[in-house]
């Protein structure tokens, strides 16, 4: 369907956002091994559709990381979002629907301790597949990520990232997107930590996720 076709493109962009479920691998723990998961939320800026009403995204983030060398971790996130809502297309066309994102990605993450600091560059690349009633819209999709880790005391730090996004066979369409953010790291334990992370994309799409880390 035509509106199918709409929403999809319209979610395509937060679908491969959230394929970022830790970017910079995680505040404080760049060179650790460890395993972190997050509850999200995605506030939708219903403004980018006519006469949009969109529920609240609510999903899930998973991610492992292992070092590879002193300077360098590698890690794979996955996501799943799922939404739902109305869109007026017009002339009395009300669209109901329902619609989930996942995705699954391959990242290396580039770092190098600098006065206590640790700026770095993650890049990855995965697949994303993207679901609205009967439709899909799936594709191979990459992202790159610079930021810096900055410590906070003993047992905190925060990571402040701007993260690109998009398809690797986008047609000549503008599914890319920018996201911008921070995520904190708070220490409970050895093993554990928990995490909090608020972002904003270039649509005005915010996105608030929490959870916990394990080292192992």
Do not use: C
């Amino acid at each position: 369907m035509k509106s199918n076709t709409r929403i999809l493109k319209f979610l395509a962009a937060a679908a491969i956002a959230a394929s970022t479920v830790s970017v910079a691998s995680a505040a404080g723990l760049l060179g650790q091994r460890y395993a972190a998961g997050t509850f999200d939320w995605v506030l939708w800026d219903n403004d980018e559709l006519p006469g949009g009403d969109i529920d609240d995204g609510k999903g899930i983030s998973l991610t492992l990381n292992q070092p590879l060398s002193s300077n360098v971790d590698l890690s794979v996130d996955y996501s799943y979002l799922d939404t739902g809502g109305s869109v007026d297309f017009g002339e009395g066309d009300i669209y109901d629907f329902d619609a989930s994102s996942q995705a699954l990605t391959f990242n290396g993450t580039f770092y190098m301790p600098a006065n206590g600091f640790k700026p770095f560059i993650k890049v990855g690349a995965g697949w994303a597949w993207n679901k609205v009633d009967g439709d899909t819209d799936n594709d191979a999709v990459y992202q790159i990520v610079p930021g810096v880790e900055i410590p906070a005391g003993q047992k905190a730090s925060l990571t402040l990232f701007a993260a690109w996004q998009d398809y690797f066979d986008n047609e000549g369409e503008d599914d890319g997107s920018w996201d911008f953010g921070a995520l904190a790291e708070f220490e409970v334990s050895s093993k554990w930590s928990v995490l909090v992370r608020g972002t904003v994309d270039d649509d005005s799409n915010y996105g608030i996720s929490a959870g916990a880390l394990v080292r192992f």
